[in-house]
């Protein structure tokens, strides 16, 4: 692996309110990142003329396609630009940046660290609001996230990988049918936990927060969904509508 390894983010996109602000907060936190090339993915069967100008004068270098519409979840965009990666034989470290998360500058140095896979926490989920393998000795005792019955119970934001290991997969990549697929798709890419490597102090800080809305601060979303999961089940209906004028997602 490269000293200073090329980080290479892909991001699905498609048509929604606020796209192009979430975007546009994208590229603010990833201008000042050096070596870092940007995939964008349209859900569509053209490019977005807005979306082309955005990415132009972000000055960061990138490639925009559109591969669809197909509105799946992002699968069959995310299988494109992975595919692009290995085929082109593309250097670094493969992150899925998804364009309604928020990045902290800290996370970039820690994505630079990868050998093979690396895993980091996620804030906005699981059942205490950082979703995070549990770190003892360099071995994961526990999870703390939601979904535990799959191997890798992490979020797309919750793993980065060397591009190295898309030579070992013939065919499709990314070949999951419906929403997440995150664990299926890491266990193409090792045989055992034990390959896994902690990123982030040991999975103790968090620098990247799931579906922060535009204006929030990590603190304020962390103690929003701290309230909402404590919110019985059967009253989360009329909450959801609060959240949706505000402009929260869950």
Not at 29 to 35: A, D, G, K, Y
Not at 50 to 58: F, I, N, P, Q, T
Not at 117 to 124: A, K, S, T, Y
């Amino acid at each position: 692996m490269l000293v200073n390894p090329p980080l290479l983010l892909i991001t699905p996109t498609y048509p929604r309110p606020q796209r192009l602000s979430l975007l546009r907060r994208c590229a603010e936190e990833f201008r000042s990142v050096l070596n870092l090339f940007w995939l964008v993915v349209e859900d569509d069967a053209q490019p977005a003329p807005e979306v082309e100008r955005l990415l132009a004068e972000s000055g960061i270098a990138h490639l925009y396609a559109a591969h669809g519409p197909t509105r799946r979840w992002g699968n069959a965009q995310r299988n494109w630009a992975l595919k692009h990666i290995r085929d082109r034989r593309l250097a670094g470290v493969v992150y899925v940046a998804d364009d309604d998360n928020k990045y902290e500058a800290a996370l970039f140095d820690e994505l630079r660290k990868v050998q093979r896979i690396g895993i980091l926490p996620v804030g906005r989920m699981g059942p205490w609001g950082i979703e995070r393998p549990i770190v003892r000795d360099g071995r994961i005792v526990r999870w703390s996230a939601d979904w535990k019955r799959r191997k890798y119970p992490v979020d797309m934001a919750g793993f980065a990988f060397n591009a190295e290991l898309l030579s070992n997969i013939a065919g499709e990549l990314w070949t999951y049918p419906g929403r997440g697929g995150e664990s299926e798709f890491i266990e193409t890419l090792i045989h055992s936990p034990d390959e896994l490597e902690f990123l982030c102090n040991d999975c103790r800080a968090c620098y990247v927060w799931h579906n922060l809305p535009l204006g929030w601060s990590p603190r304020l979303g962390l103690a929003s969904f701290r309230v909402y999961r404590r919110i019985p089940f059967f009253s989360r209906r009329k909450v959801y509508r609060w959240f949706d004028r505000v402009g929260l997602r869950w």
